[in-house]
């Protein structure tokens, strides 16, 4: 399990790497205003990823192992097309901020995402984590060598980041390719699996699917509503640098969802709920010192590093992630004990927190961003992540009955750690030796 946690948080860093030089080349090629209408195309595709993944989303990691691959992928493939058209026309009708003309390539795109997502759950589902990982990173590659080509070689400029949409489709494109390749095996296989009882799967997907995606239906507004309130009350810009701000802030979250992974898939596949807690309260520990290092960092650099990164419509984005770093820090904890709770199969736990969270989001963001403007967009946000960290450490505390001193993270068990890692790096680099 070591190894697949680092092989992940190494993937992921290099796609975070990748998508800072993406936000970069944005920034500075589109300044603050294509900055926040890329956050908003990028935001409604993610919009509408969460209903096409009712039926092909999380679930399938879970339910992987215990239905066909057949039946999963048809019901997944047909609902993904289905909403990628009800959502398209709904946004085109309701949400007229976001240009007509980029809605359609929307819709396109949250399609093919889907597609490209249903294979890396698949992959997930049955442990394949290295495979899943290059399937992940080849996403950012191919975007940022779009973009690259597209403004710097071509030297295109443009009002509607043209040249970030292209980059979507051949990144959602090829990954979607690259996970095919990947399961060439199971599908291969679906011409010869005749059983066309679907009740079961289906049953299972929506079941499943819809607890876990209600919260992240609910999520989603936790975490983007500010994006769309800055649009309405105060304009595309202060959107570019709100948008910078949180995406950046949030890459601490890369050290959690990096264990997380390997925790959900390996808790799928467990029975025993005492193991899985254990697993769980030590994973948060370690995840929790490491993030609080790596947050401390980003909150020490000042207003002039933005700027001279990103341009000058972005020096405002220090002081907005001092704001936002306690809450990036509690939301790691939460990120954790989420998929923990969707390891067992416990969604609702998440969607219970995520309603707490969105409480706090609609009072704070419908009080505070007309007033503060981005501060207090930053301080929505924070609030927000805090109250779900908080709810769902409160419920594990209690079923898991660990007493106060299990929650202090122990000098042995970061020895342990550093050993683990020294241990990796080792062995990688034996095998990198005799592979050359």
């Given at each position: 399990?070591?190894?697949?946690?680092?092989?992940?948080?190494?993937?992921?860093?290099?796609?975070?790497?990748?998508?800072?030089?993406?936000?970069?080349?944005?920034?500075?090629?589109?300044?603050?205003?294509?900055?926040?209408?890329?956050?908003?195309?990028?935001?409604?595709?993610?919009?509408?990823?969460?209903?096409?993944?009712?039926?092909?989303?999380?679930?399938?990691?879970?339910?992987?192992?215990?239905?066909?691959?057949?039946?999963?992928?048809?019901?997944?493939?047909?609902?993904?097309?289905?909403?990628?058209?009800?959502?398209?026309?709904?946004?085109?009708?309701?949400?007229?901020?976001?240009?007509?003309?980029?809605?359609?390539?929307?819709?396109?795109?949250?399609?093919?995402?889907?597609?490209?997502?249903?294979?890396?759950?698949?992959?997930?589902?049955?442990?394949?984590?290295?495979?899943?990982?290059?399937?992940?990173?080849?996403?950012?590659?191919?975007?940022?060598?779009?973009?690259?080509?597209?403004?710097?070689?071509?030297?295109?400029?443009?009002?509607?980041?043209?040249?970030?949409?292209?980059?979507?489709?051949?990144?959602?494109?090829?990954?979607?390719?690259?996970?095919?390749?990947?399961?060439?095996?199971?599908?291969?296989?679906?011409?010869?699996?005749?059983?066309?009882?679907?009740?079961?799967?289906?049953k299972d997907l929506f079941k499943y699917g819809f607890l876990n995606q209600t919260g992240h239906f609910v999520q989603f507004f936790n975490l983007r509503l500010s994006y769309f309130l800055l649009d309405s009350y105060i304009g595309r810009g202060e959107v570019g640098v709100f948008s910078r701000s949180v995406s950046l802030a949030e890459s601490i979250w890369i050290i959690s969802n990096s264990i997380a992974l390997v925790q959900y898939a390996r808790i799928a596949n467990a029975d025993d709920?005492?193991?899985?807690?254990?697993?769980?309260?030590?994973?948060?520990?370690?995840?929790?010192?490491?993030?609080?290092?790596?947050?401390?960092?980003?909150?020490?650099?000042?207003?002039?590093?933005?700027?001279?990164?990103?341009?000058?419509?972005?020096?405002?984005?220090?002081?907005?992630?001092?704001?936002?770093?306690?809450?990036?820090?509690?939301?790691?904890?939460?990120?954790?004990?989420?998929?923990?709770?969707?390891?067992?199969?416990?969604?609702?736990?998440?969607?219970?927190?995520?309603?707490?969270?969105?409480?706090?989001?609609?009072?704070?963001?419908?009080?505070?961003?007309?007033?503060?403007?981005?501060?207090?967009?930053?301080?929505?946000?924070?609030?927000?992540?805090?109250?779900?960290?908080?709810?769902?450490?409160?419920?594990?505390?209690?079923?898991?009955?660990?007493?106060?001193?299990?929650?202090?993270?122990?000098?042995?068990?970061?020895?342990?750690?550093?050993?683990?890692?020294?241990?990796?790096?080792?062995?990688?680099?034996?095998?990198?030796?005799?592979?050359?």
């Open positions: 399990m070591f190894k697949k946690i680092t092989n992940t948080f190494g993937t992921k860093m290099l796609a975070a790497a990748l998508n800072f030089l993406i936000a970069i080349i944005i920034s500075r090629t589109l300044g603050d205003t294509g900055s926040g209408t890329q956050s908003l195309v990028q935001a409604t595709i993610t919009f509408i990823l969460i209903f096409s993944e009712i039926v092909g989303g999380a679930s399938i990691i879970y339910l992987a192992p215990r239905h066909s691959f057949k039946k999963m992928l048809v019901a997944s493939v047909l609902w993904a097309g289905l909403i990628a058209v009800v959502m398209g026309l709904g946004i085109w009708l309701f949400y007229p901020k976001l240009e007509s003309e980029l809605v359609y390539h929307v819709a396109i795109l949250s399609f093919i995402s889907s597609l490209s997502n249903i294979n890396f759950r698949f992959l997930v589902g049955r442990e394949e984590i290295k495979k899943a990982n290059y399937n992940t990173l080849l996403q950012p590659v191919i975007l940022t060598l779009v973009l690259v080509i597209y403004y710097f070689v071509l030297k295109k400029s443009d009002e509607h980041v043209w040249g970030y949409i292209i980059g979507l489709y051949a990144a959602y494109g090829g990954t979607f390719l690259l996970g095919v390749w990947m399961l060439r095996k199971e599908y291969a296989q679906i011409p010869h699996d005749k059983n066309r009882n679907y009740g079961p799967v289906l709920r005492a193991y899985s807690q254990k697993l769980t309260l030590d994973l948060s520990k370690i995840c929790l010192l490491v993030s609080a290092v790596a947050i401390a960092v980003l909150c020490l650099l000042p207003a002039e590093f933005y700027i001279f990164v990103f341009g000058k419509d972005f020096g405002e984005m220090a002081h907005l992630i001092r704001i936002l770093a306690p809450g990036i820090l509690f939301y790691c904890v939460f990120l954790i004990l989420g998929h923990y709770y969707s390891g067992i199969g416990r969604y609702q736990m998440n969607t219970f927190a995520a309603l707490c969270g969105l409480v706090s989001t609609f009072v704070c963001g419908f009080t505070l961003v007309p007033k503060y403007n981005v501060t207090g967009a930053a301080i929505t946000s924070a609030v927000s992540y805090t109250v779900n960290a908080v709810f769902l450490f409160v419920f594990f505390v209690k079923e898991s009955r660990f007493k106060g001193k299990d929650f202090i993270l122990k000098k042995d068990e970061i020895q342990n750690y550093i050993a683990g890692l020294k241990q990796q790096f080792l062995k990688q680099t034996v095998e990198n030796e005799q592979t050359e």
